[in-house]
């Protein structure tokens, strides 16, 4: 099932890079602005809560999937391409095992724990 759920994250990436070769931008576009959805790590130099929701916001794929209906609503191409770069970015980190981030730890996300060192959550008592 894992491997079934990866291949559909990265047919997301491919459509969304083709929808993009669609609206008319370059082929290079999409890519070069592919790792642009990390920056929203930058909260968690402030602490885990903020990072945590700065992250997930831009890795939202429903708020990507937005972007672009508000972009093809308003028509407005670089809207569409922005939520087109969302998604696809999503869908990328999804691909590749990681998630939505859970506000204890980075490395906690919706997929389970990423890294080296695997945890395990303890039941709060």
């Given at each position: 099932?894992?491997?079934?759920?990866?291949?559909?994250?990265?047919?997301?990436?491919?459509?969304?890079?083709?929808?993009?070769?669609?609206?008319?931008?370059?082929?290079?576009?999409?890519?070069?602005?592919?790792?642009?959805?990390?920056?929203?790590?930058?909260?968690?130099?402030?602490?885990?809560?903020?990072?945590?929701?700065?992250?997930?916001?831009?890795h939202?794929?429903?708020?990507?999937?937005?972007?672009?209906?508000?972009?093809?609503?308003?028509?407005?191409?670089?809207?569409?391409?922005?939520?087109?770069?969302?998604f696809?970015?999503?869908?990328?980190?999804?691909?590749?095992?990681?998630?939505?981030?859970?506000?204890?730890?980075?490395q906690?996300?919706?997929?389970?724990?990423?890294?080296?060192?695997?945890?395990?959550?303890?039941?709060?008592?």
């Open positions: 099932m894992k491997t079934l759920i990866r291949l559909e994250d990265i047919v997301k990436l491919l459509i969304a890079f083709g929808a993009s070769i669609y609206l008319g931008y370059a082929w290079w576009v999409f890519p070069a602005w592919l790792l642009a959805p990390d920056l929203s790590m930058l909260g968690y130099l402030l602490n885990t809560k903020i990072g945590a929701w700065t992250y997930n916001i831009f939202h794929q429903g708020l990507a999937l937005a972007f672009v209906a508000a972009g093809v609503v308003m028509a407005v191409p670089e809207l569409q391409l922005a939520g087109l770069v969302l696809g970015h999503s869908a990328m980190d999804r691909a590749l095992g990681y998630g939505l981030k859970y506000e204890d730890s980075f906690h996300t919706h997929l389970g724990w990423i890294g080296k060192k695997q945890q395990v959550s303890v039941p709060k008592v």
